[in-house]
């Protein structure tokens, strides 16, 4: 079945980096785009970015923008999300999560979020 | 960006009772609207896609409905596990948004 894992979370002071990585197993990676959503403490959920089932393509939203990079590596199954730039307000849960429509060519449409990982809790503190 | 509002943001209803949320958008999607489930710790879990499509897996007392810009998440007879927050999220186009999300409480 579908296994997505995160890791990389952690504590980490403003302006700092840190790297995120979500291994998936259990389907065709390359199949599929890939998102990253977070959580803050107690609040509802964000959509961060989405990378192309080849990587071609990324796009992200306003809050991150700049600041952090999707990238996918097909021949190992890892997403990642490079963040940089951090601040106390990226404190959360990040989620990697799957699309759900499979692509085998050409440019595909986006879809929902059909499969998850546990999270992994980035804090930004001092 | 589309904002996607939710209603009510929290309700209380006994098992067997029949739970209601609604979603409305900021403009016009057509059918890119899915539901969520998410239980305290854990991660969300797909519910409804494509507005009234239910996930494999997903118990038939779930459903959804709507189109344009109204879409509603229905529990047709509560069960003690649909104790969650639910969470709309419109698949529209970049950047996806989501609702604020609905916590459902068993009496």
């Known amino acids: 079945q579908v296994q997505l894992v995160e890791s990389g979370g952690g504590v980490v002071q403003p302006g700092r980096s840190l790297r995120l990585s979500c291994a998936a197993s259990?389907?065709?990676?390359?199949?599929?785009?890939m998102h990253w959503v977070r959580q803050a403490p107690g609040e509802g959920l964000e959509w961060l970015a989405v990378?192309?089932?080849?990587?071609?393509?990324?796009y992200y939203t306003d809050a991150v923008r700049g600041r952090f990079t999707i990238s996918r590596d097909n021949s190992d199954n890892t997403l990642y999300l490079q963040m940089s730039s951090l601040k106390t307000e990226d404190t959360a849960v990040y989620y990697c999560?799957?699309?759900?429509?499979?692509?085998?060519?050409?440019?595909?449409?986006?879809?929902?979020?059909?499969?998850w990982g546990h999270g992994t809790l980035v804090t930004v503190s001092s | 960006d589309i904002q996607m509002t939710q209603s009510p943001s929290f309700v209380s209803a006994s098992v067997g009772d029949r739970v209601t949320i609604t979603c409305r958008a900021s403009q016009g999607i057509s059918s890119w609207l899915a539901w969520y489930q998410q239980k305290p710790g854990k991660a969300p879990n797909l519910l409804i896609y494509?507005?009234?499509s239910l996930q494999g897996g997903v118990p038939s007392r779930f459903s959804g409905s709507g189109s344009g810009t109204d879409f509603t998440l229905s529990i047709s007879s509560l069960q003690p596990e649909d104790s969650a927050t639910y969470y709309c999220?419109?698949?529209?186009?970049?950047?996806?948004?989501f609702g604020r999300g609905t916590k459902v409480e068993i009496k």
């Open positions: 494509a507005a009234s």
């Open positions: 990378i192309s089932y080849t990587g071609t393509n990324q």
């Open positions: 259990g389907f065709t990676f390359s199949g599929y785009a």
């Open positions: 999560a799957k699309d759900s429509i499979f692509c085998s060519g050409g440019s595909c449409a986006f879809g929902y979020f059909d499969d």
């Open positions: 999220q419109q698949g529209n186009g970049v950047p996806f948004t």
